[in-house]
């Protein structure tokens, strides 16, 4: 297979960006915008310093080490055709684990003039119900306490910051990349909070030198696993220990709030914008609420890839109506964006064979997931006396794959859901099905003064344990 490859010489480019959580999504999207960007010698001071702060990083690490930092991405097409990148943009890696100085260093360096983040939807460490940052956190403490010695993400930007204001190496931009709604007003919140409660005069000092961006992000990237790795590898006919692939469908919205100056990201199809909320109002409330609509119920009736599930008319025609009834009424389409277009865009994305994106990587910390994907709309339906049919039976399902953890062709499973609470874990071990409206991805709105919605949840509640995830599925669609 051909392979596309960058023909900028590694030797002159600086890095200029510094980003937090070097995962496949990260290596998918912003490096390949930024990738593409260095073959233009006046933007070359923009290459990234990659920086990994968790035990469980090393083995990415390690792989990406071993190549000296370049990697495979394989970009898989709807039409079947796919393309292979080699991506060179990832110019340094920090591991803070071994190497926590390094770290400090860089986001004090002057030549660095942004941050980015990949630190998940519940990586930002704020309350699901207020919002607000979670001081008492154990590790969050040993950081407010130790800020030479941190183990938070939080912690380490602060430190790092607070050296940079020490040597005056200016101001700098911290720009989430993260599903968020508002990412950049959330990023903010989590690292002044931290900021203001370890040191006031570097809190007065990011007011006026650190920007917060918001951002939309939207590409379809899968988990790696070793399947995947030696059948990239067979495709490309590259022995790349870290390979990467990806839908064909990108977006990247940026607000221009830049204190630092930017890399022309615009030259290769990122969009900036003053207001990104049209934006990211559209993706969360279709494309994500759609993953995580289709997730649960997909896998209760034994599907493990969403291409798999796309094939299932009952599945297919949930998420359409969940698209076209609940969803669209609350979403005004961005300018220039026309939304039937993008809804259907979307079908054709889920069922994309040769991403086979995993229903497990849509199922996981759905805690995280909930409270910004399903539950601000779900909030509106119910304000508005909409039918809430969709929402009850999700709900329902949530329940049970937590609860029951076996599918409807009797094979077990494990779930992954690292932000549940000791609280939540007893709502779900509950028999009173009415008890699990209390979780915490819920609290947003008291689900159980909804009659309607209430009542109709407990149907589904019993309806799927009496007769299986597959005919109640198709009692709503048809």
Same mark, same amino acid.
């Given at each position: ?120 939807? $519940? ?8 919002? &607000? ?50 990412? $950049? ?6 690292? #002044? ?14 007011? #006026? ?13 899968? &988990? ?41 990201? =615009? ?6 914008? =003053? ?109 508005? $006396? ?9 709900? &329902? ?82």
């Amino acid at each position: 297979m051909n392979i596309i490859t960058y023909h900028y010489d590694s030797k002159n480019i600086q890095t200029g960006i510094l980003h937090i959580g070097v995962g496949n999504f990260h290596r998918a999207h912003q490096q390949f915008y930024t990738n593409a960007l260095l073959e233009d010698k006046d933007q070359q001071q923009w290459g990234i310093c990659g920086v990994c702060l968790l035990p469980s990083d090393e083995k990415i690490v390690k792989s990406l080490r071993s190549q000296d930092l370049d990697y495979t991405l394989t970009i898989c097409g709807r039409d079947g055709s796919d393309e292979v990148h080699r991506i060179g943009s990832l110019q340094e890696l920090i591991w803070g684990v071994e190497d926590p100085k390094a770290v400090i260093n860089k986001i004090a360096d002057s030549s660095i003039k942004i941050i980015t983040l990949t630190i998940t939807e $519940g990586g930002y460490n704020l309350d699901k119900e207020t919002g &607000a940052f979670i001081l008492e956190d154990e590790k969050i403490q040993h950081d407010l306490k130790n800020p030479n010695t941190p183990k938070t993400v939080f912690g380490f930007a602060a430190e790092g910051l607070r050296q940079r204001k020490k040597k005056n190496n200016g101001s700098i931009t911290i720009l989430s990349c993260d599903n968020l709604q508002h990412n $950049g007003n959330t990023a903010k919140r989590a690292f #002044t909070s931290f900021i203001e409660a370890q040191d006031k005069d570097l809190a007065e000092w990011v007011k #006026t030198n650190v920007t917060f961006p918001n951002s939309m992000v939207d590409r379809i990237t899968p &988990a790696t696993a070793l399947e995947d790795i030696q059948r990239l590898n067979n495709k490309s006919g590259v022995e790349d220990h870290a390979p990467v692939y990806c839908e064909d469908f990108t977006q990247w919205v940026i607000e221009d709030h830049f204190i630092a100056g930017r890399p022309a990201w =615009e030259r290769t199809g990122v969009e900036f914008t =003053e207001d990104v909320t049209a934006f990211e109002n559209m993706k969360l409330s279709l494309l994500n609420a759609s993953h995580t609509l289709l997730s649960y119920p997909s896998f209760l009736k034994g599907y493990r890839k969403v291409d798999q599930a796309m094939e299932d008319k009952d599945i297919v025609k949930l998420v359409r109506d969940f698209m076209d009834i609940d969803i669209t009424p609350y979403v005004p389409a961005p300018e220039n964006t026309d939304l039937e277009k993008y809804k259907h865009t979307l079908i054709e994305r889920f069922a994309n064979h040769s991403v086979s994106d995993q229903v497990s990587r849509l199922c996981f910390d759905g805690v995280s997931k909930f409270p910004v994907y399903i539950m601000p709309n779900l909030g509106k339906m119910i304000k508005d $006396g909409k039918d809430i049919t969709r929402e009850a039976f999700l709900t &329902a399902s949530y329940r049970h794959y937590l609860k029951y953890k076996t599918d409807e062709k009797g094979h077990s499973f494990e779930t992954a859901e690292p932000w549940l609470t000791a609280d939540d874990e007893k709502l779900i071990a509950s028999d009173n099905a009415f008890d699990f409206l209390n979780l915490s991805p819920f609290k947003s709105i008291d689900l159980r003064d909804s009659s309607k919605f209430a009542s109709s949840y407990i149907q589904f509640v019993d309806k799927i344990k009496d007769q299986g995830i597959s005919p109640v599925l198709e009692s709503i669609v048809k």
